[in-house]
C-alpha cells in the first residue's frame, strides 16, 4: 500500500544553517505529495505541495521537488530561522484526496 | 479562514472511562471529518471517515464500537474513546475538507485541528 518515510528527528540547527528533511515515498498510483507544519500548540497547516513529477512546491523559503525517479519529496531552506521551529509531515494523498499517508514528523529546533 | 476548533489539548483519564474529544469549524461548513491518531514515533494514521449525518466509515482494524464519531451538525464531529485503556493513549488529530478557492487543484483543501494529547492512566 501507499505510505511515506521521512527522516526521524529532531532535527537541531543554528539560525542561519540550510535545513534538509528527507521524504520518500510508496505509492500505486500518480500521487500528490505535501508537506505540513505544526506549530506548537497549533494544527497541521499546509506548508507547500506538488502534484505531478518534477514539480516544484515552495513557500516561506522552503522547497521540495518531486522526484518520481527516486519517489522522493525532500524539504528543504538554505537558512532556517528561529520561528522555524516546528514538526514537519510528509505526505502524499491519493487523486481524490479521499486519504492521506502521513510520515511519522521530524521535529526541527532552531536555536539563536 | 477554515479553522477547526479541537478540545481538549490534552486529557488523562483512569482506565475504563470514556472520553470525548470535538472538532468544530468555526467559519465554514464541514461536511465530511477525518480523525487521525498517532502513536509515538509513528505516522498520524487514518481512523475514519465522516460525513454529516451519515455514519462513519472506519479503517480496517479501527473498533467502531470503541471509537464513536458523530458528526450531527455541519460544524461539530466528536470521537469518544469508550472504555479506555492504556494502549488507547495516543495523539488524536481531526481534520475537515474545506471546499474553497484555496483548496488544492482548485476544489478541496484540508485544515486539522490542534490535536488532543490522550493519556489513559
Known amino acids: 500500500g501507499d505510505s511515506v518515510t521521512q527522516m526521524e528527528g529532531p532535527v537541531t540547527l543554528s539560525e542561519e544553517a540550510c535545513l534538509t528533511i528527507n521524504c520518500t515515498y510508496t505509492a500505486t498510483g500518480y500521487p500528490s505529495l505535501f508537506w505540513y507544519v505544526q506549530y506548537p500548540g497549533e494544527g497541521l497547516q499546509l506548508l507547500l505541495k506538488a502534484t505531478k513529477a518534477d514539480d516544484k512546491g515552495s513557500n516561506k523559503g522552503f522547497e521540495a521537488t518531486y522526484r518520481k525517479e527516486t519517489t522522493s519529496f525532500h524539504l528543504e531552506k538554505g537558512s532556517v530561522q528561529v520561528s522555524d521551529s516546528a514538526v514537519y509531515f510528509c505526505?502524499?494523498?491519493?487523486?481524490?484526496?479521499?486519504?492521506?499517508?502521513f510520515g511519522s514528523g521530524t521535529k526541527l529546533n532552531v536555536k539563536p | 479562514g477554515a479553522v477547526v476548533s479541537q478540545h481538549p489539548s490534552w486529557v488523562i483519564c483512569k482506565s475504563g472511562t470514556s472520553v470525548k474529544i470535538e472538532c468544530r469549524s468555526l467559519?465554514?461548513?464541514?461536511?465530511?471529518m477525518f480523525w487521525y491518531r498517532q502513536f509515538p514515533k509513528q505516522s498520524l494514521m487514518l481512523m475514519a471517515t465522516s460525513n454529516e449525518g451519515s455514519k462513519a466509515t472506519y479503517e480496517q482494524g479501527v473498533e467502531k464500537d470503541k471509537f464513536l464519531i458523530n458528526h450531527a451538525s455541519l460544524t461539530l464531529s466528536t470521537l469518544t474513546v469508550t472504555s479506555a485503556h492504556p494502549e488507547d493513549s495516543s495523539f488524536y488529530i481531526c481534520s475537515a475538507r474545506v471546499l474553497g478557492a484555496w483548496g488544492l487543484r482548485d476544489l478541496y483543501g484540508y485544515t486539522f485541528g490542534s490535536g488532543t494529547r490522550l493519556t489513559v492512566v
Open positions: 505526505a502524499l494523498s491519493d487523486l481524490d484526496f479521499n486519504k492521506f499517508y
Open positions: 467559519d465554514f461548513q464541514a461536511t465530511t
